[in-house]
C-alpha cells in the first residue's frame, strides 16, 4: 500500500478541540451565566468558540487549553463559594487562572496565589487585583510607607487603596483610616451649597464612602466614623496635624496645589502609610496653577522607599467602553 500523499499546502489544519466535565450542574450555570454571557466574554477575549454538550463544555480555537484553564479555575472558585462577577472573568482572561480553592487563612493580609493573584481580606468581601499594573500597585502598598498610584478613571487605584487601608485596620496594623481628596470647586461655589460644612464638603467625598461601604458593613462604618476611627475630609483640614499609627489617603491629588501636597506629604507620622492617588488628566485647577501631584513626582521619584505605579486604559476595570473612551481621548490629546 502506497504512502497518502501530503495535504495540499493551502489545507487548513483543523482547529484544536479540549473537552472538560463540570460534575455540578447548579455550578456550570453559574459558570456559563445567564444566557451564556461568561462563556461569551472568554470566547471573544480569547478567540475560543465554547458549546456545552450536557454536563460539559467543549472548547475550540487555538487558546483552547488556556480557555479550558480558566473555566476550570472559575469553577473551582464557584465550588468554593465565591461569587463570579464579570470582573473576575476579564482578571482570568487577562492573568491567567488561579486553581486556589479557598480564599487566605484568617489573619493573612494579602496573599498570593500561585505566584500570580492577589487576594486582599475585608469585612465584607475578598478583593483581587485584576490587572498586572494593580498586583504590582497592591504590593506596593504593603511594602512601602509611600506610594503614588497615577493613571486614568476606572482603575482602581482608589478602590485598592482603601481596601489595603481596611485590612490593615481589622488587622490591627493600624489604628485609623484617613480619606482625603481636595474640595475642588469645579463650577459651582462651596459658599452657595445648602447646609453646614459637612453637607457643602460630603458630595465632594462620596466616592471615599462609596469605596468604604464596600468592604465594611454599614452600621460598622458609620460607629468608626462617629468615633473619628475612620476620618473622610477635603484635604485642607489636614493642615496642622500629625497623622500617625494611620492609613491615610489622598484621592485626585491632581487637583491639590504643590503648597497643599507638601503640606499632606509632611504630615507622615510614625507607624503610617500614605497613598496618593490621581490622574494627571483630570485638573480642575485654575489655569497657571501647579498640579502638586505632577511636582511630587518630578522630586520624589529617585527617593528609595517611595513607589510610583502607573496605570493606562489597559487596566481600565469598568464598563468597556470606559477604556474606548479614555482611548479616544488619549489620541485626540
Request: proline share 6%; charged share 25%.
Amino acid at each position: 500500500m502506497g504512502l497518502s500523499p501530503p495535504p495540499p499546502a493551502h489545507a487548513t489544519l483543523p482547529a484544536a478541540e479540549t473537552v472538560v466535565e463540570f460534575p455540578d450542574n447548579r455550578l456550570l450555570i453559574d459558570l456559563c451565566g445567564e444566557y451564556d454571557r461568561n462563556l461569551a466574554r472568554i470566547e471573544q477575549g480569547l478567540d475560543v468558540q465554547i458549546t456545552r454538550r450536557g454536563n460539559a463544555l467543549s472548547v475550540t480555537g487555538d487558546a483552547a487549553e488556556r480557555a479550558m484553564a480558566i473555566l476550570q479555575a472559575l469553577y473551582t472558585r464557584l465550588e468554593a463559594g465565591r461569587a463570579l462577577e464579570t470582573g473576575d472573568i476579564d482578571a482570568a482572561i487577562r492573568m491567567g487562572p488561579s486553581r486556589r480553592a479557598d480564599g487566605p487563612p484568617a489573619g493573612d493580609r494579602v496573599q498570593l496565589v500561585q505566584g500570580n493573584r492577589l487576594e486582599i481580606k475585608t469585612r465584607k468581601k475578598m478583593v483581587e487585583p485584576r490587572t498586572e499594573a494593580q498586583k504590582a500597585y497592591v504590593k506596593s502598598l504593603f511594602k512601602n510607607e509611600l506610594a503614588f498610584g497615577i493613571g486614568p478613571a476606572g482603575t482602581g487605584k482608589t478602590y485598592l487603596a482603601v481596601a489595603v487601608g481596611v485590612n490593615l485596620f481589622i488587622e490591627g496594623h493600624v489604628d485609623k483610616i484617613i480619606l482625603s481628596r481636595p474640595a475642588v470647586e469645579a463650577g459651582e461655589k462651596l459658599g452657595y451649597l445648602p447646609g453646614d460644612m459637612k453637607d457643602k464638603v460630603d458630595p465632594y467625598m462620596q466616592p471615599l464612602y462609596d469605596a468604604l461601604n464596600d468592604f465594611l458593613p454599614g452600621k460598622q462604618a458609620a460607629k468608626l466614623i462617629e468615633e473619628k476611627r475612620i476620618e473622610i475630609a477635603p484635604l485642607a483640614f489636614m493642615r496642622g496635624r500629625t497623622l500617625s499609627n494611620a492609613f491615610v489617603v489622598l484621592d485626585e491629588a491632581q487637583n491639590a496645589t504643590s503648597m497643599q501636597m507638601k503640606m499632606f506629604l509632611t504630615r507622615l507620622g510614625e507607624g503610617s502609610r500614605m497613598v496618593i492617588t490621581g490622574d494627571r488628566t483630570q485638573i480642575d485647577l485654575p489655569r497657571g496653577v501647579q498640579s502638586g501631584l505632577h511636582d511630587a513626582e518630578r522630586l520624589l521619584k529617585h527617593i528609595d522607599k517611595i513607589s510610583f505605579n502607573y496605570f493606562t486604559s489597559k487596566d481600565v476595570v469598568r464598563h468597556p467602553l470606559v477604556a474606548a473612551i479614555i482611548e479616544a481621548y488619549e489620541a485626540d490629546g
